[in-house]
């Protein structure tokens, strides 16, 4: 079976069909066991929501790895009050060293095949070691090692906390990629970049404190993400496919197609539902009068035509002409969301 694989592999090589081979590639990878499942899953999209349920188990497992480094880092410095930072750091990597053993095998190209629950396991371990690498604070690092033992096991555990804080960071740093890949798939369905964006309304800034936990307001309407305001107001986040053309040409200027006209069409009727209900919405604590809204559409790499500077000047001409509602596409929100994460970044801040 893998000769006859290979075999087409070569044929599709010969007559320049590249996507086949591709697709032949991944198969007998799957097959030898250089590529895992759940990494097929998010490529070629196989399950409904194949992508955000992997995401979802690492974010469990990272919730646990959270828990159990803080009790396991207490013991820790019960047994050595004296350890320093680099200290507690080979202590965890010697905990970990199984796993570590498995990605660096892979890395080296040593593969085996893997199935059911042992492939899940040699995924996480690889998305946890390899793809979540962070070491924060460099500077506290080197200065620990400066400082009397007694006060370097109380730094140990300021480190601890930050450590978390990084590992925090590194959790949004990796559902802002899961979402770009979900975003930047051709075939990803409106459905799909919803159940990718779910929880995760930090990507629309810090003027909103979180997300309503009620998607149904009132009668005939259902909002993709209702975000709030630190006063309770309500900002309707309106989400269509990314994979739409979103300007198009017009005599010798550019205009917005038909998609993101009905798209703002909807934001317009959930608005004025929003104003008409607004006293009985009170009662679950959300204030809807002169709500906003923003619908988020497209993306410029799935414009043929057009590059991502007339684009988004497009949609600024637009939006300088509504009221209440606004238009983005998903690369304006990630690429906006990516510059707050290297904001907050300890890392990045040491490096300056």
Known sequence: MLDLIRFAIRQAETGNDLESAAR???????????VLNPELEDKYQLLDGATSRNFNMYELVMSNVHL???SIF????????????????????????????????????IYR???????????????????????????????????PPESRAILTRADAEAVLAGMQLQVRRRKLAEIRRVVEHPYSSERQIQKALTGAWWLFGGEYVGQSLRRRLTRGLELDIPLLRPDGVLHVVELKRAAVRVIESHR????????????????????????????????????TRRATAVLV????????KFSEVQVNETLRVYNSHLSRIEVITYKQLLDAAERVLDLIDPSAADLA
Not at 24 to 34: I, K, V
Not at 118 to 127: C, K, S, Y
Not at 133 to 142: G, K, M, V
Not at 297 to 304: L, S, V
């Open 24 to 34: 032949l590639d991944d198969a007998l990878g799957y097959a030898t066991g250089r």
């Open 68 to 70: 159990a480094t803080s």
């Open 74 to 109: 207490d013991e820790f410095l019960e047994e050595h009050p004296q350890a320093g930072v680099t200290e507690a750091r080979e202590h965890f990597r010697r905990l970990a060293r199984a796993s570590i053993q498995v990605v660096e095998d892979r890395e080296a190209g």
């Open 113 to 147: 095949v893997h199935r059911l629950d042992e492939e899940v396991g040699i995924w996480l371990a690889d998305t946890l070691l390899r793809r979540s690498s962070y070491e924060p604070l460099t500077a506290s690092n080197r200065l620990a090692d400066d400082l």
């Open 252 to 287: 010798t200027s550019t205009i917005p197609t038909e998609e993101v006209h009905k798209g703002v069409a909807r934001a317009q009727n959930y608005l004025k539902l929003l104003d008409e209900n607004r006293d009985r919405i009170l009662g679950h604590g959300v204030d």
């Open 297 to 304: 559409i497209g993306h410029p790499a799935f414009q043929d």
